[in-house]
């Protein structure tokens, strides 16, 4: 176990609705990414946030937002949800930014219909 | 552009052989590599990375990967296969110790035949 959960496992929403996943980082990890891993790829770096910023971001659109709190959870929030984003989503956290490899989550699969 | 290559879909092998698993990257400098392994309806477990130092690293479930800097390569490696290595074998990269995002492969998967 690598003391990362997230919520929910599964989760079904519309076209153009919202949704927001909810991650739970090791106590001491001040870094949490977010990855989006579609059916039969690899994880795509979504943005990471340390100490509450936002401290770097791939290659997606800005209704892709995040939040981090001081007590080691994060949430992933997604606008207007298109049928593409349909995906695994993983939490990763670490203890610092750059040096050490990230703790995965389980994941929150979304389908969006 | 920085990029991880996993250049097989699929490996299969019998168990008890040896496996390797195939990783090239392109990433200037003095990358992290990383490799995750992910079973169903799981998320990434982390195996084993490279820093620096020693170009042969060792993992968890006796997996080991040897770094190849003129080849950039990190090819993963089993002496003898088990059933319950089956899975989905994901190569990464940290491009720097800066850098906020890891970079995946698109992933190998393995099937161990008893």
């Known amino acids: 176990e690598t003391g990362v959960t997230q919520s929910p496992t599964h989760l079904i929403k519309t076209r153009g609705q919202q949704v927001t996943l909810r991650c739970s980082s090791q106590s001491g990890h001040n870094t949490v990414s977010w990855y989006q891993q579609a059916l039969g790829q690899g994880p795509q770096f979504i943005f990471q946030?340390?100490?509450?910023?936002?401290?770097g971001r791939g290659n997606f659109p800005p209704r892709f937002s995040g939040l981090q709190f001081p007590n080691y959870s994060s949430e992933l929030n997604v606008n207007a949800l298109e049928l593409d984003d349909s995906a695994l989503y993983l939490c990763?956290?670490?203890?610092?930014?750059?040096?050490?490899?990230?703790?995965f989550g389980q994941g929150t699969r979304l389908t969006v219909v | 552009a920085q990029s991880v290559a996993q250049p097989e879909d699929q490996v299969n092998v019998a168990e008890g052989n040896p496996l390797t698993v195939k990783c090239t990257y392109s990433?200037?400098?003095?990358?992290?590599l990383f490799w995750y392994v992910q079973y169903p309806n799981r998320g990434l477990q982390f195996l084993l990375k490279y820093i620096t130092g020693d170009n042969l690293v060792k993992g968890s479930y006796g997996f080991e990967a040897e770094f190849n800097k003129s080849q950039t390569s990190f090819h993963l490696k089993k002496p003898s296969a088990l059933v319950s290595d089956s899975a989905l074998y994901f190569c990464?990269?940290?491009?720097?110790?800066?850098?906020?995002?890891?970079?995946f492969g698109s992933g190998t998967r393995l099937s161990i035949r008893p």
């Open positions: 990763a956290s670490s203890p610092d930014p750059g040096r050490t490899e990230a703790f």
């Open positions: 990464a990269v940290r491009p720097d110790s800066s850098a906020s995002k890891i970079i």
């Open positions: 990433v200037s400098g003095n990358p992290y």
């Open positions: 946030y340390y100490r509450e910023e936002e401290n």
